[in-house]
């Protein structure tokens, strides 16, 4: 499971911007340590946040708890829900499939990056040292995000 995990932390939510579509809120803040910060935007009815809140993010290949990828029509997370089997998705409490649609090296290994997400619409930004981004060059993406 660990390979399948490219990125995970906990963030501080510092504020939080609902005013432009009805059911979507933009949360911004940064990780515990400062180091990273990132934009989401997620479904407040399914997923409301407030000021102040920790959430842990996670980012994966696959919702295969051993880390396989086989990915098809009979292992997709929709069909393996329907059989009980047991995924990382079980673990979180909102979770999104997604692309990468940009990543933007800093300069040697001491730059930042800056990391693009699209999940159906609903963007991630996340900026912050190269060691700790640098695994997330892949085009698809899961987002898993629980309460800290």
């Known amino acids: 499971m660990a390979d399948a995990q490219l990125f995970e932390e906990t963030f501080i939510i510092n504020s939080i911007n609902a005013e432009k579509y009805d059911r979507v809120s ?8 400062g180091a ?54 079980d673990m979180f409490d909102y979770v999104c499939f997604g692309k990468n649609y940009k990543f933007e090296d800093g300069e040697g290994e001491s730059g930042r990056v800056k990391y693009f997400a699209s999940f159906g619409g609903l963007l991630l930004y996340i900026e912050g040292p190269y ?10 993406i899961y987002l898993l995000v629980k309460r800290a």
Not at 26 to 33: I, K, M, T, V
Not at 38 to 67: K, M, Q, R, Y
Request: glycine letters at 8%.
């Open 26 to 33: 933009r949360l911004l803040g940064a990780s515990s340590d």
């Open 131 to 140: 060691k700790k981004l640098s695994g997330l060059r892949i085009d698809e």
């Open 36 to 89: 990273i910060t990132f934009t989401l935007d997620v479904n407040h009815e399914l997923f409301p946040c407030t000021v102040g809140e920790s959430l842990n993010i996670v980012l994966a290949t696959t919702l295969s708890l051993d880390g396989s990828t086989k990915e098809g029509a009979e292992t997709s997370w929709r069909n393996v829900s329907r059989q009980g089997i047991a995924t990382l998705a």
